[in-house]
Nanobody, 122 residues
Framework: VQLRESGGGLVQAGGSLRLSCAAS????????MGWYRQGPGKERELVAL???????TYADSVKGRFTISRDNAKNTAYLQMNSLKPEDTAVYYC?????????????????WGQGTQVTVSS
């Protein structure tokens, strides 16, 4: 199983970016997909989470500005980020809790992408 992120970059404050995360491999079902971030000198934190039942959760710092969505047919999650602030600067990581085929059995696992840099200039 692999998670491939794209869409990061440099943007001015007030601008927008859209991150994508595509999961590939022998995936049976994805229970949840989320985005985390780690800023300079900070711990990794949850940004947004989308569960298979449609429930979404956001960090207080991004509510009203960021929107997470999923395309279940494509095993892909998106993070639309609007009204970006310099404090949103971080490496953004995609995460997925999913069940995949491992040899002759199915196994649940927690997977991470490699991260994509988002830099917001003031």
């Amino acid at each position: 199983v692999q998670l491939r992120e794209s869409g990061g970059g440099l943007v001015q404050a007030g601008g927008s970016l859209r991150l994508s995360c595509a999961a590939s491999g022998s995936i049976l079902i994805i229970k949840a997909m989320g985005w985390y971030r780690q800023g300079p000198g900070k711990e990794r934190e949850l940004v947004a989470l989308a569960v298979s039942d449609g429930t979404t959760t956001y960090a207080d710092s991004v509510k009203g500005r960021f929107t997470i969505s999923r395309d279940n047919a494509k095993n892909t999650a998106y993070l639309q980020m609007n009204s970006l602030k310099p404090e949103d600067t971080a490496v953004y990581y995609c995460n997925a809790l999913l069940t995949s085929r491992q040899g002759f059995r199915y196994q649940e696992g927690n997977y991470w992408g490699q991260g994509t840099q988002v830099t917001v200039s003031s």
